[in-house]
């Protein structure tokens, strides 16, 4: 049984010790076929950027050549090889371990600590006869860089950046005059990118691949270093980072599979759909693509011994990276990105249009938001409406619960709500029959912020605070607005395992002063009377069903044992 590539970003490591492997090495073909010496690639977090690149480093490295049959053999460019493989020496920059929560002198530092290591790094593979420590008197990332391309001046060098925006972003998040202060001219990140510009020139540096999350720090960058051809939105790169449903399905088939023959291999396959894929990257793709990371972190979770899914979906540490970029959201007016991210929650949708640059010395734009949290992985591509505006849609599940979990802080915070939204406590008890701690809890929120903004509060106003204070119910899946036969319920829980007592399904109401209660009521009841004769409701198993009709004045629960069952308010 090979091992899950899980955590791992050494491509030699992954061949050597025997991991499962999905071949990308196509695409190293097409890069080559662009005739282009400078590229830059970005994808959100978690995708497998930094595992490619190191495929690109073993590839290239003149070091690895007598390896690189070993590595090689059994991939697509090892049985397609080009004339360019294992012709240059590589410097790798790594910039994703910066501190950033210790303030910008830390910051500086760290970048040029990474500097030295890469730099000390190469001198030690090819041969040269510098220690680390002749480098320590050299005061600035700067003067390392061209001392290094001094020394180096005859060698060929493929240049190799991971995570080149990781550290700008974090400083992007905490403080817009940092940011644009260390990217302008005379700044330590542009200084940086002049120098390698330099480099390109005399022709030290041959070849360069960077990679990225978002287009903003070397936008920002642009008039210092606009040597790099952009290929993240190309239609033939759309599958490098990331898992195909074919590549999914040779994973599942080769780890999961294999033991647990007996399962429903479809519906898997369809669970996991729905939580890690949706992802396009340009409209005229074909294949939509899934989190890499997430459906590694879902083979090596899965339970082979009993044939069960996960207890938890979502891997913490991809959590906290995704909350931890969500700080972004702020940037430019944070109250209309706060608006346009509510309309993607309320309607599940919103148009715009890609930018493939912007300034941060101009005015933060709508379409610079959503080119922003589109780059980061928040949203992705739903279809083209015309011309070079796109209709953007909330990729998969685990985006959605994050999403939800994270208007559920904004409500507490915003308005200074004296309860925990993410307390799971209530939730626990609504799992196992008790509504009553939820109702309460709801009850406070809508009361409190209904009050607020009394005259502009509507029914999707109130779904979203349910599904926000549901997002916590990670025993659950929560689904919003599920087709089933053409008919929409708003909420339907369904535990997550079997051993969950209770499912439930909700159909959501608002009464405004001038409506009537009693019409309200009589339609929202012949709407879950309607669900429950539907036969997908019907084979939920331990479902119970309620009419929730919210008002200014609080919350009712109205439960309905069966389509014909008379409802009891509770």
Not at 13 to 20: C, F, I, K, Q
């Amino acid at each position: 049984m090979k091992k899950i590539i899980y955590g791992i970003s050494n491509f030699k490591m992954a061949r050597e010790d025997n991991y499962l492997y999905i071949d990308k090495t196509k695409h190293i073909e097409s890069l080559e076929n662009l005739n282009e010496k400078y590229l830059i690639f970005l994808r959100p977090r978690r995708f497998g950027k930094s595992l490619f690149l190191s495929t690109l480093q073993y590839y290239y490295d003149e070091n690895s050549a007598h390896e690189f049959d070993a590595l090689f053999h059994d991939t697509y460019i090892g049985k397609n090889p080009t004339p360019l493989k294992s012709s240059y020496r590589i410097l790798f920059f790594e910039f994703s371990g910066i501190n950033t929560d210790s303030g910008m002198e830390i910051i500086y530092e760290g970048f040029k600590d990474n500097i030295k290591s890469a730099i000390s790094r190469y001198f030690s593979n090819y041969g040269y006869d510098i220690s680390r420590d002749s480098l320590n008197s050299i005061e600035t990332p700067t003067g390392l860089l061209k001392y290094f391309f001094d020394v180096v001046e005859d060698d060929k060098i493929y240049l190799l950046i991971d995570e080149y925006d990781q550290f700008a972003n974090a400083i992007l998040a905490h403080s817009m005059e940092e940011f644009l202060k260390i990217v302008s001219k005379g700044g330590f990140v542009r200084s940086f990118y002049e120098v390698i510009k330099g480099a390109t020139q005399t022709g030290t540096v041959q070849k360069m691949f960077i990679t990225g999350v978002t287009p903003i720090t070397l936008d920002s960058l642009s008039s210092g270093f606009n040597i790099v051809k952009h290929i993240t939105y190309k239609e033939e790169f759309n599958d490098l980072a990331g898992f195909t449903q074919e590549e999914v399905n040779y994973s599942l088939e080769q780890y999961i599979f294999k033991e647990c023959d007996s399962i429903d291999k479809k519906a898997l396959q369809e669970k996991l759909k729905v939580w890690y894929n949706g992802y396009l990257f340009n409209i005229n793709a074909t294949k939509r693509i899934y989190n890499a990371t997430l459906v590694n972190y879902f083979l090596s979770e899965y339970d082979r011994k009993r044939c069960e899914m996960p207890i938890k979906m979502l891997d913490s540490n991809v959590a906290s990276d995704y909350r931890a970029i969500m700080k972004l959201f702020n940037i430019g007016d944070s109250e209309r990105n706060y608006k346009i991210l509510e309309e993607f929650i309320e309607n599940g949708t919103v148009t715009g249009i890609l930018k493939d640059r912007y300034d941060l010395n101009q005015s933060f734009k709508e379409d610079d938001f959503i080119t922003l949290i589109y780059s980061m992985g928040f949203i992705t591509i739903k279809n083209e409406d015309f011309g070079e505006v796109s209709e953007f849609c909330i990729p998969n599940y685990v985006i959605k619960m994050l999403y939800f979990n994270y208007f559920a802080v904004e409500l507490q915070q915003r308005n200074n709500l004296a309860i925990s939204f993410d307390s799971r406590r209530p939730l626990i008890d609504l799992a196992r029959g008790n509504f009553e701690p939820f109702k309460e809890q709801l009850n406070t929120a809508i009361k409190t912020l209904s009050n607020r903004d009394h005259y502009g509060f509507t029914e999707k106003h109130f779904q979203v605070i349910t599904l926000a204070l549901l997002s916590f119910a990670d025993f659950y899946f929560i689904d919003s607005q599920p087709e089933l036969d053409n008919k929409y319920p708003d909420i339907v829980l369904i535990g997550r395992d079997k051993k969950v007592p209770n499912n439930y399904l909700f159909e959501l109401k608002w009464k405004k002063e001038k409506d009537s209660y009693e019409s309200i009521k009589k339609e929202g009841i012949k709407q879950v009377e309607g669900y429950l004769k539907l036969d997908k409701v019907k084979n939920i198993p331990k479902l119970r069903s309620f009419l929730l009709i919210g008002s200014k004045d609080g919350v009712e629960f109205f439960e309905l044992t069966s389509a014909k069952a008379n409802p009891t308010r509770s």
